[in-house]
C-alpha cells in the first residue's frame, strides 16, 4: 500500500485520505525491461565491455589485424558504450568479436543497427589479453601506438545466447562457425514497480479543502513480475526488425517458441536456413594475422610502428 502524509483539519481528514490513496494507486506505474533471458535468481554477470584489440602475434607486424572486443550482458546504457568506442575508432572498419549470455533485447537492436550503419562484420567469438585487460583497474595498454589492447581469438565455446543473437544480425557479414554457439528464446518482460510516498499539504479555507502543494518524499522498490506473452505491436517490431537486416523474420517463431527457462541452441544448417550468417566461416575470417596477407589487405589489417619505451 502506498504510504501517504496529510496535514488538515476536520472530520473530512478520513474521507480525503480515501480520495487520494485512490489517485495515488491510480498513478503506479510498472516499468517493463524487455530481456530475452530471465535474470532473476542468477548470479550478476559483467556488462558488455568493449576494446580494439590488436593481435598479439608479432610475426604479422607491421600490419596485424584489429578488432572491436565485446563481452558482457547487454545493459541500457551498452549502445552508449559501443558509441563510445566508433568514436574512437574513426573511420577505420573493425569487426566485432563478440560473446554474450544476453540481456536487454531493445538495446540489443539498437546496437544492431548501429553496427550495420557503419558496416561492421560481426563474429562469434572470446578474445584473449595478454598483458592487462579493460576489466582491470587502471589498465593503460602501451604496447602499441594506436592504444589498443593486445590479444588473441578463438572460437572453441564461444557463444551468442538470448538477447545476443539480435546484435549478430547486425553484422555486414556475420561469423559462427562449428566451435561457437547461438542459443535462442522467447522473450522475458520483466515489470519493476515503485513505492511512492507522498506529502500533501492543504488547508480549509470557508469549509472548502485548498491543496497547497503535493511533494514527492520518497521511492522504494516494490517488487518487480514478469510476463512473456507479447504485444503484438513488439512482436511486428521484432519481424520488422530481423527483415530490415536481411534476416529471415520467421526466426521470430523459432524463438518464441522457447521457453525463457530453456535455450534452443541452432544447428548450423538453421543459422544459414534463417540468414543469421552470410557463411560457414568463424572468428578467425575477421581476426587471423593470415587475413592480412590477402592482396588488397582487408580494413582490419592496421600498420603501425609499435609504442615506444616507456619514459
Not at 489517485?23 to 510498472?30: D, E, G, P, R
Not at 584473449?128 to 590479444?151: I, L, M, T, V
Not at 578463438?154 to 562449428?178: D, H, T
Request: aromatic fraction near 8%.
Amino acid at each position: 500500500m502506498l504510504l501517504h502524509r496529510l496535514a488538515g483539519y476536520g472530520s473530512i481528514l478520513g474521507k480525503l485520505r480515501c480520495i487520494l490513496l485512490a489517485f495515488l494507486l491510480s498513478i503506479l506505474v510498472a516499468s517493463p525491461v524487455l530481456a530475452a533471458k530471465k535474470q532473476a535468481k542468477e548470479p550478476v554477470l559483467p556488462s558488455m565491455q568493449f576494446a580494439i584489440v590488436r593481435s598479439a602475434v608479432s610475426s604479422c607486424e607491421p600490419a596485424c589485424p584489429e578488432w572491436i572486443s565485446a563481452s558482457g550482458v547487454i545493459l541500457g546504457d551498452t549502445p552508449a558504450k559501443l558509441q563510445k568506442i566508433l568514436k574512437k575508432m574513426g573511420d577505420r572498419k573493425l569487426p566485432i568479436v563478440m560473446e554474450s549470455n544476453g540481456g536487454n533485447v531493445d538495446a540489443a537492436m539498437e546496437i544492431g543497427r548501429m553496427i550495420r550503419k557503419r558496416g561492421l562484420d560481426v563474429a562469434i567469438g572470446k578474445t584473449r589479453f595478454e598483458g592487462c585487460s579493460p576489466d582491470q583497474k587502471n589498465c593503460k595498454p602501451d604496447r602499441f601506438s594506436d592504444g589498443a589492447y593486445a590479444g588473441y581469438t578463438f572460437p572453441v565455446g564461444a557463444y551468442c545466447l538470448s538477447a545476443c543473437p539480435y546484435i549478430l544480425a547486425g553484422g555486414e557479414k556475420r561469423y559462427v562457425g562449428q566451435w561457437a554457439f547461438v542459443g535462442v528464446h522467447q522473450i522475458t518482460q520483466i515489470y519493476t514497480q515503485t513505492k511512492i510516498t507522498y506529502r500533501t499539504r492543504y488547508r480549509i479555507v470557508n469549509g472548502r479543502k485548498k491543496v497547497l502543494d503535493t511533494t514527492i518524499v520518497g521511492r522504494k522498490p516494490a517488487g518487480s513480475y514478469e510476463k512473456t506473452d507479447l504485444s503484438k505491436a513488439y512482436r511486428q517490431k521484432l519481424l520488422t526488425y530481423f527483415t530490415q537486416l536481411g534476416i529471415d523474420p520467421a526466426i521470430v517463431d523459432r524463438m518464441l517458441v522457447i521457453p525463457a527457462k530453456d535455450i534452443s541452441v541452432m544447428t548450423p544448417e538453421e543459422l544459414v536456413q534463417y540468414k543469421l550468417v552470410t557463411g560457414t566461416g568463424d572468428v578467425s575470417d575477421v581476426a587471423a594475422t593470415r587475413i592480412c596477407e590477402q592482396d588488397p589487405r582487408p580494413a582490419s589489417c592496421v600498420e603501425l610502428k609499435p609504442a615506444g619505451p616507456k619514459a
